[in-house]
């Protein structure tokens, strides 16, 4: 199942929350800084020992004091203007993500796995909200159908911004109609 929600990803009891993260893995502001603030110092100690992550890639870690068991923390592109293979890397982050999602869920016998993932990089990134959202939506599908077995993993959007949750909201529909 793909749905959207609109909220603070932070307080979700979801098996697996996504972070918005930088290269460095290091706390930020948005959606990252809201991350490593409510998770703790461990969680910064952790990422620490994965000396940073690739742009387009993503990389796991526990989840401290969120109430999720895991975060994954996918390191969005940073828009320029549109001809440095942003949507190549958007699409790769959400990918990627989704593959580490579905490890975990195979490491740990889990019958179903929720994973959240906010609006990564329409923040300080400056991605364009709609077609980040197309690419968002349509990663997620074309994983799915691809690899039926991820059906497992209910990936729900979660928007903290009304205009996000709007714009997923219609893009859903649209393939709900249309597949
Ligand atoms: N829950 C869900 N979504 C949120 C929340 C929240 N608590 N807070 C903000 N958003 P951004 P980026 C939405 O800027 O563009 C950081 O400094 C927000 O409305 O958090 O990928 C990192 O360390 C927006 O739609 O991330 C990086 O350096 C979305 O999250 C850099 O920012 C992403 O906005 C990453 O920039």
């Known amino acids: 199942m793909i749905t959207t929600l ?7 009891d979801f098996t697996i929350i996504v972070n918005a993260a930088n290269k460095h893995l290091l706390p930020g502001s948005g959606v990252c800084g809201a991350i490593f603030s409510k998770a703790g110092k461990g969680l910064e100690e952790e990422c620490q020992q994965l000396h ?6 993503a990389k796991m870690t526990k989840a401290y004091g969120l109430r999720c068991d895991r975060i994954i923390h996918a390191v969005g ?6 001809n440095h293979q ?3 890397l ?8 989704l593959c580490l999602a579905y490890s975990y869920v195979r490491e740990q016998n889990l019958e179903k ?11 300080i990134y400056g991605f364009p909200r709609e077609e980040a959202c197309q690419i968002a939506v349509k990663t997620v599908k ?3 159908r691809q690899y039926p077995d991820a059906k497992v ?10 205009e996000d949750y709007a714009l997923y909201k219609e893009e859903l529909k649209k393939y709900e109609i249309y597949g």
């Open 6 to 12: 609109k909220g603070d990803i932070t307080g979700l």
């Open 52 to 57: 940073g992550c690739p742009t387009g890639d």
């Open 77 to 82: 592109p940073i828009y320029l203007d549109g």
């Open 86 to 88: 942003e949507r190549e």
């Open 90 to 97: 958007l699409e790769s982050c959400y990918w990627n993500s």
């Open 113 to 123: 796995c929720t994973l959240a993932f906010p609006c990564i990089s329409t923040g």
């Open 142 to 144: 074309t994983l799915m």
């Open 153 to 162: 993993i209910d990936v729900i959007f979660v928007c903290y911004l009304q």
